[in-house]
T-cell receptor, first 111, second 116 residues
Framework: DAKTTQPPSMDCAEGRAANLPCNHSTISGNEYVYWYRQIHSQGPQYIIHGLKNNETNEMASLIITEDRKSSTLILPHATLRDTAVYYC????????????FGKGTSLLVTP | GAVVSQHPSWVICKSGTSVKIECRSL??????MFWYRQFPKQSLMLMAT?????????EQGVEKDKFLINHASLTLSTLTVTSAHPEDSSFYIC????????????FGEGSRLTVL
C-alpha cells in the first residue's frame, strides 16, 4: 500500500509553475521522498529526490516541509511535454528496495 | 541519468505461446533489477525482484512458473511470459539501479504485450 497521498489530477497553463503536492505523514527518518513521472506509454522517468532539505535540479524543485510530512514538486515553467502522471514515493535510499507506486497525480498542461 | 533498454517495445502473440522480454542496462551494472506490469489506467505493480546470479523473488499473486525471470549477468535480465493468455496483455516495465547506495531507479521504455 502506498504511503503517500496525491490529488488524482491537476491542470496547469503552459509557461506557469506547476505545484504538485504530496502528503507522506507516516514517513520514517531514513526514508527519502522520490518523484517520478510517466508520460503516456513510456517507462517512468526519475525527476528528483530529497531527505529533508529542499532540492533543485534542471527539471524541478522539491520543497519538503520541516516536519517532513508533506512535500511539493515544482515545475517552474510547465510545457506541454510535462503532461504526465507524477508519482511521489517514499523509500529508503537502498537499491535493494523497489519503488512502490501509488496512483499519482495526472498533470495536464494546457496551451 | 542511467539508461535501461527493453526489447521488444511491443509484441503481439497468439494465446498459448511464450514471449521473452529483454531488459538491458546500457551504461551501468545492475545487481538488482525489478519487473513491473501496468494495466490500462492503473499504476505500476511490482511483479518480481531479480538479483544477478540468483533466483528472482516474486510478489504475492505472481506465478513464478508463468513469469520466468533470468538475471544471468549484471547488464541483462529477461522476463518470459509462458503460455500467454489474453489476460496477460499488459505493459511490462523493468528497472535497475546503478549503485548499492543509490536509491534512484532507472526504467526501461516498457514492452507492450498483446495476447490474441
Amino acid at each position: 500500500d502506498a504511503k503517500t497521498t496525491q490529488p488524482p489530477s491537476m491542470d496547469c497553463a503552459e509557461g506557469r509553475a506547476a505545484n504538485l503536492p504530496c502528503n507522506h505523514s507516516t514517513i520514517s527518518g531514513n526514508e527519502y521522498v522520490y518523484w517520478y513521472r510517466q508520460i503516456h506509454s513510456q517507462g517512468p522517468q526519475y525527476i528528483i529526490h530529497g531527505l529533508k532539505n529542499n532540492e533543485t535540479n534542471e527539471m524541478a524543485s522539491l520543497i519538503i516541509t520541516e516536519d517532513r510530512k508533506s512535500s511539493t514538486l515544482i515545475l517552474p515553467h510547465a510545457t506541454l511535454r510535462d503532461t504526465a502522471v507524477y508519482y511521489c514515493i517514499v523509500k529508503e535510499s537502498n537499491s535493494g528496495y523497489a519503488l512502490n507506486f501509488g496512483k499519482g497525480t495526472s498533470l495536464l498542461v494546457t496551451p | 541519468g542511467a539508461v535501461v533498454s527493453q526489447h521488444p517495445s511491443w509484441v503481439i502473440c497468439k494465446s498459448g505461446t511464450s514471449v521473452k522480454i529483454e531488459c538491458r542496462s546500457l551504461d551501468f551494472q545492475a545487481t538488482t533489477m525489478f519487473w513491473y506490469r501496468q494495466f490500462p489506467k492503473q499504476s505500476l505493480m511490482l511483479m518480481a525482484t531479480s538479483n544477478e546470479g540468483s533466483k528472482a523473488t516474486y510478489e504475492q499473486g505472481v506465478e513464478k512458473d508463468k513469469f520466468l525471470i533470468n538475471h544471468a549477468s549484471l547488464t541483462l535480465s529477461t522476463l518470459t511470459v509462458t503460455s500467454a493468455h489474453p489476460e496477460d496483455s499488459s505493459f511490462y516495465i523493468c528497472s535497475g539501479s546503478p549503485g548499492p547506495n543509490t536509491g534512484e531507479l532507472f526504467f526501461g521504455e516498457g514492452s507492450r504485450l498483446t495476447v490474441l
